[in-house]
């Protein structure tokens, strides 16, 4: 199971740090991925971490403001979130699979947390 948090209304430019915890499998062993799908849209790849954290692949549209971190023995992903826009706004999710930007790759998948950004 994948639970994300840390969500919430912000002003454009601030900032926000998003959670994924996992249980109930070996999350060392996965890539962990963000997507997000805001409405009226399909969902799209944010970023995605090797299972190691040694490799990391970040859509063009967050490069230099997101940084995607892992703490394997806290078996938690965590999304830092800064210059924050309204275009951000989404439900973002978490997902666990191989490592890449391909959505459909990924087989398991957290409920999702709200991100508003206002202008």
């Known amino acids: 199971q994948l639970q994300a948090s840390g969500g919430g209304l912000v002003q454009a430019g601030g900032s926000l740090r998003l959670s994924c915890a996992a249980s109930?499998?070996?999350?060392?062993?996965?890539?962990m991925g963000w997507f997000r799908q805001a409405p009226g849209k399909e969902r799209e790849f944010v970023a995605t971490?090797?299972?190691?954290?040694?490799?990391?692949l970040y859509a063009d549209s967050v490069k230099g403001r997101f940084t995607l971190s892992r703490d394997n023995a806290k078996n938690t992903v965590y999304l830092q979130m800064n210059s924050l826009k309204p275009e951000d706004t989404a439900v973002y999710y978490c997902?666990?699979?191989?490592?890449?930007?391909?959505?459909?790759?990924?087989?398991?998948w957290g409920q999702g947390t709200l991100v508003t950004v206002s202008s």
């Open positions: 997902a666990a699979g191989p490592y890449t930007s391909a959505v459909g790759s990924y087989d398991s």
């Open positions: 971490i090797s299972w190691s954290g040694g490799k990391i």
């Open positions: 109930g499998r070996t999350f060392s062993n996965y890539a």
